[in-house]
């Protein structure tokens, strides 16, 4: 995965910690590290909110036409942790991903998450998962690496 790709989920992340359930939207322009301007388009409204379901965030490189849609569709409980579910859309030229799944945990305080990558005919490229203390790590033929990482107290 390059850094382009990383770059976008990071921003991503941020962009829906401030998102919310309006019609009114907002834009800002960041640049890449690669000097690129990046608009990212994201639903305003209830910033204190953790899972605004229905808000979405839209990122895109007006450059390279590259893009990316995140929607908030709702939340589920998994292995007994609420979590917030979210889909996006991507548009890159250069990935093989078009999809991709993120699992968040409601409770800010846990850093469990699931992220699942899509090619374009919907076949799972990899997973990663890290609940309580372990990731795992699924590729596209379905073999799993795990590692269990110190907790800090």
């Not at 979405?56 to 990316?68: Q, R």
């Not at 409601?106 to 076949?123: P, V």
Request: charged share 25%.
């Amino acid at each position: 995965m390059n850094s382009k790709f990383l770059i976008f989920i990071i921003l991503l992340v941020l962009s829906l910690a401030v998102s919310g359930c309006s019609d009114k939207e907002e834009t800002i322009t960041i640049q890449d590290d690669e000097g690129n301007n990046v608009d990212i388009t994201y639903t305003e409204g209830s910033e204190d909110e953790v899972c605004p379901v229905g808000s979405t965030v839209t990122m895109s490189n007006p450059n390279t036409g590259e893009s990316m849609v995140m929607e908030v569709i709702g939340t589920e409980v998994i292995d007994g942790i609420e979590m917030c579910y979210m889909v996006a859309e991507i548009n890159a030229e250069d990935e093989q991903v078009s999809r991709m799944e993120m699992y968040t945990p409601i409770n800010e305080d846990d850093e469990s998450f699931i992220m699942t990558y899509y090619d374009e005919d919907g076949n799972v490229l990899s997973e990663m998962k890290f609940m309580d203390g372990k990731m795992t790590v699924t590729d596209e033929n379905g073999e799993t690496f795990e590692m269990t990482m110190g907790m800090e107290e």
